[in-house]
């Protein structure tokens, strides 16, 4: 009993910690029907982990054997979805124009297999679009109205994608 409270509160200390820190919940799926015959994770390795920092992902690298000479393309997309109104200056500051926008910031790596069947790949990390630097880039339809971000929602995603597997990853992490 004591140890079950123990693993219960040490679960809930870490989900705290994990809201906390702004980490994004991701949804991860390997399917390896999506690779060549006999591809599975090395020994020691795994799924990749996606962690959020900031405006920043990260998938940590990972390897993977049973894949003959078959490349493949690594892909991490991070888009920042960046809304906010636009404002007539005066005595009301009244809100005139609400405004919308996404983007896309994308890396991909072409992976080359071993010559054992094995396929080494490397951490990837893609940076989204900060508010400051969105500001930077941003006018109002009135070059009088003043913006104003009230929010900017990052989400992701990672593939990895064999060659003659186009369309059909076999390693999907979103979040």
Known sequence: MKKSLTRVLTLFAALFLALSAGMIAAQAETNFDNAPQGAHYAKGYGEPV????????????????????TNATVELAVTSTI????????????VVEPFS?????????ELTSTRNGRLIVPAQ??????????LENFSC?????????TSNVL???????????????AITITG
Do not use: M, Q
């Open 155 to 169: 989400s992701f995603e990672y593939t990895l994608t064999f060659a003659g597997f186009e369309g059909y990853p």
């Open 83 to 94: 809304s906010g109104v636009c404002h007539n200056p005066g005595v009301n500051s009244k």
């Open 141 to 149: 339809p009135n070059p009088n109205w003043t913006p104003e971000v």
């Open 101 to 109: 926008e996404s983007v896309t910031e994308t890396t991909s790596s």
């Open 50 to 69: 996606c962690t959020v920092e900031d405006t920043t992902v990260t998938c940590t690298a990972t390897r993977i054997e049973g894949v003959g000479n």
């Open 125 to 134: 990390t893609t940076t989204g679009v900060s508010t400051e630097d969105f």
